[in-house]
C-alpha cells in the first residue's frame, strides 16, 4: 500500500466502515494534512467536514517543507511508515513486527476509529493450525482521552461515555435513564428514554427525578453552561435537581460543574477523582431502573448488564458492569452444562452463549465448588471486588450467580485456548510471539500485585490458567478466587495452593506466603515458554532432564543454553535474548523468596530498562556446581 498526500480526495483519504459489519462509510477518517502529517479525525457525516485529529504523526513541517511527510507506505516487511520529502522515513510500526516469512498483513481503520496492523499466521506445512487475525500495533492508544475539542460527538456519540478495554478499543455505555439511537451500532450515541416536564418552583424535583453517581466520569469538553467552587457535594446535587436545564453535573478538583444536552466526548477515568451525578426521571416501577433498558415493552431485559435493584448513590458504573445471573440463567446459556471446556482447582468450566434481542455473546461459566471456605468473605463482595479488576492481561468477569447452593462466575469467552496447548505442541511456535506473550503476562502480575486497590496473589500460576484471546494476547484468568489479601498484610497457609511443578518452596514450610510465590510459579512457566516443554517430563530418556529447572542452571552456568533451545532456529538466532531471559527466570525461581525480583522488576528486566545481574544458584544447598 503506498498512499500519498498529493492524491485528491478519494485518494487521499481511508474511510472506516460504520459498523462491523455494516461498510457504509463511517465517521473516522485517515487522512494527510496539507502541512504533510497523516492524521484520524472524526467527520460530520453525511459530510466530510473533518472535526479536531486524535492521532497525528508528527510528520508536519509547514506547507511544502523539506521535512513534511507526504507519502505512507505499507511495505513487503510489514512495516508502516511515512516518507518526508527529503527522503528521510519515519516508521510509524515501533517494535517488533511479525515476520512477513510466517506472516499475512493488513492495516485497517476499524470501524471503532482505531488504525491498526495485524498479522495472521500463514498455514504451517502440515496444515494443521490455523490461526486468526490479530494486532501487532495499533494507534492512537487511548482514543477515549484523545478525542478533545469542543465540537463531534467523540469515540462513542453524544450521551455516552467511553471505557477504554483491554484492547485499548473503546467500550460504549449509555447513561442511565439512555438507551443506544440505533440498537445494532453501539458507537452511535444515546437518547434519552423518558423525559419528564421540569417546572422551575413547581413540584418537589425530588418526586420527578433521581440522582445516579457515576464515580470517575467526565465529559471534559462540552456541554457546560455554569460553574461555582463547593462547600459540600451535596451542594452540587442539590443545585442539578432544581435547574431545569441540568441533566448531568460534574464534581472534579472541588468545582461543581452543570451540563445540558447533548453531552459529547465522554469518559471514564479510573485515576481521576470525581463524580458525574446523573438526574434521572423516576421510572413508573420504582424498584427497578436498569443501566441500559430493552426496549421491548414487556419482555425480561437480557442484555449482560446489572440490572440495578433501588439504585443507591454508591452505584458505581464499574459495578453495572458486572450482572447477577440465575442458575436457570446460566443453565440455559450453557444447554444444561453440556459443552466443557475444563477442570481446575477451583471448579469446571462450560461454554455458554449469552442472547439479548441484538446481540449475541460467548461465554464460559465456571461451577465453582471448592472456593467458599468458612471464614472466607462473602461471595458476591468477592465476585465486585474481582469485576473491578481491568487490564490488558486479565480475563475479565462478567457476572456472577449466587443462588442457594449454586456459586457460578461468567468469564469472558477466550476462542484461542490455553498458553499450554499453544506452547506444548510438535510445531515450535514463533519465538518473537511468545517473548511478547511472557511479558503480557508479566504485566498482568504487576497489575494484581501493585496496581490493585486491594492486592491480589494469585497462587496457581500456571500456563493451563493463561488464556488466549482473538489476537493471541495472554489473559491471566482464576485471579482472585484464591484469598484476596488487604494491602501489605501476609499470611500463614497450611494447606498448600497451586499445582505440582509451580509451587514455590515456601508452601511446604509453613512460612509467610507473599506475592513472591507467583514470581517462583511464572520464573517456572517462563522457562516452558522459552524451551516449549513442560517442566515436568517424565518420559525423558535422560533422567536428569525431567525437571527443567533442576538443570536450566547449569545449562546457564556452563554456557550450554543452546540445549534449552535446540530445533528452535529462531531462538538460536537470538541467543543473547534467550540468555537474558533465562536469567531472569533464574531470578525468579530462587528457593530464598526475598532474593526473587518483584514482577514490576521482572517486567522491567525483561523490557530492557532494568539490566540483569548474574543470578546465583537458585537451590543453594543442592549439589549442583
Same mark, same amino acid.
Given at each position: 500500500?503506498?498512499y500519498?498526500?498529493k492524491?485528491?480526495?478519494?485518494?487521499?483519504?481511508? +474511510?472506516?466502515?460504520?459498523?462491523?459489519?455494516?461498510y457504509?462509510? %463511517?465517521?473516522?477518517?485517515?487522512?494527510?494534512?496539507p502541512?504533510?502529517?497523516?492524521?484520524?479525525?472524526?467527520?460530520?457525516?453525511?459530510?466530510?467536514?473533518a472535526?479536531?485529529?486524535?492521532? @497525528?504523526?508528527?510528520?508536519?513541517?509547514?506547507?511544502?517543507?523539506?521535512?513534511?511527510?507526504?507519502?505512507?507506505?505499507?511495505?513487503?516487511?510489514?512495516?508502516?511508515?511515512?516518507?518526508?520529502?527529503?527522503?528521510?522515513?519515519?516508521?510509524?510500526?515501533?517494535?517488533?513486527?511479525a515476520s512477513?516469512?510466517?506472516f499475512?498483513?493488513?492495516?485497517?481503520?476499524?470501524?471503532?476509529?482505531?488504525?491498526?496492523?495485524?498479522? @495472521?499466521?500463514?498455514?504451517?506445512?502440515? %496444515?494443521?493450525?490455523?490461526?486468526?487475525?490479530?494486532?501487532?500495533? +495499533?494507534e492512537?492508544?487511548?482514543i477515549?482521552?484523545?478525542?478533545?475539542?469542543?465540537?463531534?460527538?467523540?469515540?462513542?456519540?453524544?450521551?455516552?461515555?467511553?471505557?477504554l478495554?483491554?484492547f485499548?478499543?473503546?467500550?460504549?455505555?449509555?447513561?442511565?435513564?439512555?438507551?443506544?439511537?440505533?440498537?445494532?451500532?453501539?458507537?452511535?450515541g444515546?437518547?434519552?428514554?423518558?423525559?419528564?416536564k421540569?417546572?422551575?418552583?413547581?413540584?418537589?424535583?425530588?418526586?420527578?427525578?433521581?440522582?445516579?453517581?457515576?464515580?470517575?466520569?467526565?465529559?471534559?469538553?462540552?456541554?457546560n453552561?455554569?460553574?461555582?467552587?463547593?462547600?459540600?457535594?451535596?451542594?452540587?446535587s442539590?443545585?442539578?435537581f432544581?435547574?431545569? =436545564?441540568?441533566?448531568?453535573?460534574? /464534581?472534579?478538583?472541588?468545582?461543581?460543574?452543570?451540563?445540558?444536552?447533548?453531552?459529547? $466526548?465522554?469518559?471514564?477515568e479510573?485515576?481521576? +477523582?470525581?463524580?458525574?451525578?446523573v438526574?434521572?426521571?423516576?421510572?413508573?416501577?420504582?424498584?427497578?431502573?436498569?443501566?441500559?433498558p430493552?426496549?421491548?415493552?414487556g419482555?425480561?431485559?437480557?442484555?449482560?448488564?446489572?440490572?440495578?435493584?433501588?439504585?443507591t448513590r454508591?452505584?458505581?458504573?464499574?459495578?453495572?458492569?458486572?450482572?447477577s445471573f #440465575? +442458575?436457570?440463567?446460566?443453565r440455559?446459556?450453557t444447554?444444561d452444562?453440556?459443552?466443557?471446556?475444563g477442570?481446575?482447582?477451583?471448579?469446571?468450566?462450560y461454554?455458554g452463549?449469552?442472547s439479548?434481542?441484538?446481540?449475541?455473546?460467548?461465554?464460559a461459566?465456571?461451577?465453582?465448588?471448592?472456593?467458599?471456605?468458612?471464614?472466607? $468473605?462473602?461471595?458476591?463482595t468477592?465476585a /465486585?471486588? /474481582?469485576?473491578? #479488576? @481491568? !487490564?490488558? =492481561?486479565?480475563?475479565?468477569?462478567?457476572?456472577?450467580?449466587?443462588e442457594?447452593?449454586?456459586?457460578?462466575?461468567?468469564?469472558?469467552?477466550?476462542s *484461542?485456548?490455553?498458553?499450554?496447548?499453544?506452547?506444548?505442541?510438535?510445531?515450535?511456535?514463533d519465538w518473537?510471539?511468545?517473548?511478547?506473550?511472557a511479558?503480557?503476562?508479566?504485566?498482568?502480575?504487576?497489575?494484581?500485585?501493585?496496581?490493585?486497590?486491594?492486592?491480589?496473589?494469585?497462587?496457581?500460576?500456571?500456563?493451563q490458567?493463561?488464556?488466549?484471546?482473538?489476537?493471541?494476547?495472554?489473559?491471566?484468568?482464576?485471579?482472585?478466587?484464591a484469598?484476596?489479601?488487604?494491602?501489605?498484610?501476609?499470611?500463614t497457609?497450611t494447606? /498448600?495452593?497451586?499445582?505440582? %511443578?509451580?509451587?514455590?518452596?515456601?508452601?511446604?514450610?509453613?512460612?509467610?506466603? #507473599?506475592?513472591k510465590?507467583?514470581?517462583?510459579?511464572?520464573g517456572?512457566?517462563l522457562?516452558?515458554?522459552?524451551?516449549?516443554?513442560? *517442566?515436568?517430563?517424565l518420559e525423558?530418556?535422560?533422567?536428569?532432564?525431567?525437571?527443567?529447572?533442576?538443570?536450566?542452571?547449569?545449562?546457564?552456568? !556452563?554456557?550450554?543454553?543452546?540445549?534449552?533451545?535446540e530445533?528452535?532456529?529462531?531462538a538460536?538466532?537470538d541467543?543473547?535474548r534467550?540468555?537474558?531471559?533465562?536469567?531472569?527466570a533464574?531470578?525468579?525461581?530462587q528457593?530464598d523468596?526475598?532474593l526473587?525480583? #518483584?514482577?514490576?522488576?521482572?517486567l522491567?528486566?525483561?523490557?530492557?530498562?532494568?539490566?540483569?545481574?548474574?543470578?546465583?544458584?537458585?537451590?543453594?544447598?543442592?549439589?549442583?556446581?
Open positions: 500500500m503506498i500519498s498526500a492524491q485528491k480526495t478519494h485518494g487521499a483519504k481511508l +474511510y472506516s466502515r460504520q459498523t462491523d459489519y455494516n457504509s462509510k %463511517g465517521r473516522f477518517q485517515l487522512r494527510f494534512l502541512t504533510g502529517d497523516l492524521v484520524l479525525n472524526t467527520i460530520a457525516l453525511p459530510t466530510d467536514f472535526y479536531g485529529n486524535y492521532y @497525528h504523526s508528527n510528520t508536519s513541517d509547514g506547507l511544502n517543507g523539506m521535512n513534511s511527510g507526504y507519502k505512507v507506505v505499507f511495505n513487503e516487511s510489514g512495516y508502516l511508515y511515512v516518507i518526508r520529502r527529503n527522503g528521510n522515513e519515519v516508521n510509524l510500526t515501533f517494535g517488533n513486527i512477513t516469512g510466517d499475512y498483513h493488513r492495516a485497517t481503520l476499524d470501524f471503532d476509529g482505531i488504525f491498526t496492523l495485524y498479522a @495472521h499466521p500463514k498455514a504451517p506445512r502440515n %496444515g494443521t493450525w490455523v490461526q486468526p487475525w490479530f494486532s501487532v500495533w +495499533y492512537p492508544k487511548d477515549c482521552a484523545d478525542m478533545t475539542g469542543d465540537e463531534g460527538e467523540g469515540a462513542c456519540g453524544y450521551n455516552s461515555i467511553c471505557i478495554d483491554s485499548g478499543r473503546p467500550t460504549c455505555e449509555c447513561l442511565p435513564g439512555f438507551s443506544l439511537e440505533d440498537p445494532n451500532n453501539k458507537l452511535s444515546c437518547k434519552q428514554d423518558k423525559v419528564r421540569c417546572e422551575p418552583g413547581g413540584s418537589n424535583p425530588k418526586q420527578l427525578f433521581e440522582i445516579h453517581e457515576l464515580p470517575n466520569t467526565f465529559w471534559p469538553f462540552s456541554s453552561y455554569e460553574r461555582f467552587p463547593l462547600s459540600s457535594e451535596d451542594e452540587c442539590r443545585s442539578c432544581t435547574d431545569c =436545564n441540568c441533566v448531568v453535573a460534574t /464534581i472534579r478538583d472541588g468545582t461543581c460543574w452543570k451540563k445540558k444536552l447533548p453531552l459529547s $466526548k465522554g469518559r471514564l479510573r485515576n481521576t +477523582y470525581g463524580k458525574a451525578l438526574k434521572v426521571p423516576k421510572s413508573d416501577d420504582s424498584s427497578e431502573f436498569p443501566l441500559s430493552n426496549k421491548d415493552e419482555k425480561k431485559d437480557q442484555t449482560p448488564i446489572l440490572k440495578k435493584q433501588k439504585p454508591e452505584s458505581s458504573l464499574l459495578e453495572t458492569n458486572i450482572r #440465575t +442458575y436457570k440463567d446460566l440455559d446459556a444447554d452444562f453440556r459443552e466443557e471446556l477442570r481446575g482447582a477451583f471448579g469446571t468450566v461454554k452463549v449469552i439479548s434481542s441484538s446481540s449475541r455473546r460467548e461465554v461459566v465456571k461451577k465453582l465448588d471448592k472456593l467458599i471456605q468458612e471464614g472466607e $468473605k462473602e461471595f458476591t468477592e /465486585i471486588a /474481582i469485576a473491578k #479488576t @481491568h !487490564h490488558k =492481561n486479565l480475563v475479565r468477569l462478567l457476572g456472577f450467580c449466587d442457594g447452593p449454586h456459586r457460578l462466575l461468567v468469564y469472558e469467552y477466550m *484461542n485456548g490455553t498458553l499450554a496447548s499453544f506452547v506444548f505442541r510438535i510445531s515450535k511456535p518473537n510471539i511468545r517473548i511478547q506473550m511479558v503480557g503476562i508479566a504485566r498482568g502480575l504487576m497489575y494484581l500485585h501493585e496496581e490493585c486497590s486491594t492486592q491480589i496473589i494469585h497462587c496457581d500460576i500456571k500456563p490458567n493463561i488464556l488466549l484471546d482473538d489476537s493471541f494476547t495472554t489473559r491471566i484468568s482464576d485471579f482472585g478466587l484469598k484476596l489479601l488487604m494491602g501489605d498484610e501476609t499470611r497457609q494447606a /498448600i495452593r497451586g499445582t505440582k %511443578g509451580y509451587v514455590a518452596p515456601e508452601w511446604f514450610r509453613s512460612k509467610h506466603i #507473599t506475592a510465590v507467583d514470581v517462583y510459579s511464572y517456572v512457566m522457562l516452558e515458554i522459552i524451551c516449549c516443554r513442560k *517442566n515436568v517430563e525423558r530418556e535422560n533422567e536428569e532432564d525431567i525437571i527443567l529447572t533442576d538443570v536450566v542452571y547449569d545449562y546457564y552456568k !556452563h554456557r550450554r543454553l543452546a540445549i534449552l533451545v530445533n528452535d532456529e529462531e538460536r538466532n541467543m543473547k534467550v540468555e537474558r531471559i533465562v536469567m531472569v533464574i531470578w525468579c525461581i528457593e523468596p526475598s526473587r525480583p #518483584t514482577m514490576k522488576t521482572v522491567q528486566m525483561l523490557e530492557g530498562v532494568v539490566e540483569v545481574s548474574v543470578p546465583p544458584s537458585p537451590y543453594p544447598f543442592s549439589s549442583i556446581c
